[in-house]
């Protein structure tokens, strides 16, 4: 099965700054790719995703760039507020029926 | 609009009881449905998926049990409590191998 790992476990970064967190994968038939915001009490909303044809998707703060050849993609969010504190998931897939999660990452942007 | 409900919002159960939880999803036919538990501060542990009415695969072998009765809804249960099986239970939809997943709000379980 999919063996994920995300870096770091935990980040904080002042209001404004950038931050960036990264998800490695074990299955090279990995195609889909996304990354999932989890706010306290709430289950997980997807924020952003992208497939493996495509290198680099931004939807407006947020960002995805993706490694296949080395098997990572990571989150990237400028400009952070406030309201991005939550825990982010990347979940890597393939053709399979079952979504494996990383173990999250505690981003605290403090303003 | 797709939109999945799972209750209840919070449980206490003492150990030794049963459990069951129940996830249903509308707007959508033929979903794959999940059950994840989230213990405190952790990741999300896969439980059960299935594909289809009836079709339940587990991914680990534990005090819980779950069932597709119909085509959109998705129940967890235990016979059983125990302690550990304290966590944050969500239930989630996805219309595909490729596809993303659309998240229940989750349902929090303390077994005393």
């Known amino acids: 099965g999919e063996n994920v790992e995300q870096h770091p476990s935990t980040l904080s970064v002042q209001e404004g700054d950038s931050a960036v967190i990264k998800c490695t994968y074990s299955?090279?038939?990995?195609?889909?790719f996304p990354w999932y915001k989890q706010e306290l009490g709430k289950g997980p909303q997807l924020i952003i995703d992208i497939r493996s044809n495509v290198g680099e998707k931004k939807d407006q703060r947020i960002a995805v760039t993706l490694n296949k050849t080395a098997k990572h993609f990571s989150l990237h969010i400028t400009e952070t507020q406030p309201e991005d504190s939550a825990v982010y998931f990347c979940?890597?897939?393939?053709?399979?029926?079952?979504?494996?999660f990383g173990a999250g990452t505690r981003l605290t942007v403090k303003p | 609009s797709q939109t999945i409900h799972q209750w209840p919002a919070t449980l206490v159960q003492p150990v030794g009881s049963p459990l069951s939880l129940e996830c249903t999803v509308e707007?959508?036919?033929?979903?794959?449905l999940y059950w994840y538990r989230q213990a405190a501060g952790r990741g999300l542990q896969l439980l059960f998926y299935s594909v289809g009415i009836g079709q339940i695969s587990s991914e680990v072998p534990q005090n819980l049990s779950a069932s597709r009765p119909q085509d959109r809804q998705f129940i967890l249960s235990s016979k059983k409590l125990l302690l550990s099986d304290s966590g944050f239970y969500l239930c989630?939809?996805?219309?595909?191998?490729?596809?993303?997943?659309?998240f229940g709000s989750g349902t929090r379980l303390t077994v005393v």
């Open positions: 707007g959508t036919s033929n979903p794959n």
């Open positions: 989630a939809w996805s219309s595909g191998a490729l596809k993303s997943y659309t």
């Open positions: 299955d090279s038939a990995s195609n889909y």
């Open positions: 979940a890597p897939r393939g053709n399979n029926n079952d979504m494996r």
